[in-house]
Structure formats: structure tokens, C-alpha cells
């Protein structure tokens, strides 16, 4: 075999394992949590569920920051 060859088999067969494993994991990742990535429509509303109650907890955090800042003596 030419040097390239082996190269070639080497670089094809990392290809297939890596390839391989990622179908593994995101088989596992589905078994562990059907719901949440099967439905696109589902995945869509519970992102913006959390987005939205993120985007409560910081309303509430700058609330405090302006408290805090205005009732300092400056």
C-alpha cells in the first residue's frame, strides 16, 4: 500500500467512528428525553417558556440593582 492510501483508510475509518458515535449519543440523549427534542413545534414552546421566565428573573435582578444603586448615599 502507498503511503496516501493508508492516510486515506485512516482519515475515512476516523471519519465513520467519529460519525458513528455521535449517532450514539444523540440516540441516548433522545431515549433519555423523547419529548424534548421530537416535536419541533414542542422544543420551540419550551424554549420560549424558559426565555420568558429568564427574562422575568432579570427584570426582577435590575429592579434590585436600581434600589440598590438609588438608596446609596452618594
Given at each position: 500500500?502507498?503511503?496516501?492510501?493508508?492516510?486515506?483508510?485512516?482519515?475515512?475509518l476516523?471519519?465513520t467512528?467519529?460519525?458513528?458515535?455521535?449517532?450514539?449519543?444523540?440516540?441516548?440523549?433522545?431515549r433519555?428525553?423523547?419529548?424534548?427534542?421530537?416535536?419541533?413545534?414542542?422544543l420551540?414552546?419550551?424554549?420560549?417558556?424558559?426565555?420568558?421566565?429568564?427574562d422575568?428573573?432579570?427584570?426582577?435582578?435590575?429592579a434590585?440593582?436600581?434600589?440598590?444603586?438609588?438608596?446609596?448615599?452618594?
Amino acid at each position: 500500500m502507498r503511503p496516501r492510501s493508508v492516510r486515506h483508510i485512516a482519515g475515512v475509518l476516523a471519519v465513520t467512528v467519529a460519525s458513528g458515535l455521535l449517532f450514539s449519543v444523540s440516540a441516548l440523549n433522545e431515549r433519555k428525553n423523547p419529548a424534548g427534542t421530537s416535536d419541533l413545534t414542542t422544543l420551540v414552546h419550551t424554549r420560549q417558556a424558559q426565555v420568558a421566565a429568564l427574562d422575568a428573573e432579570v427584570g426582577a435582578l435590575d429592579a434590585q440593582i436600581q434600589n440598590f444603586s438609588t438608596s446609596q448615599p452618594g
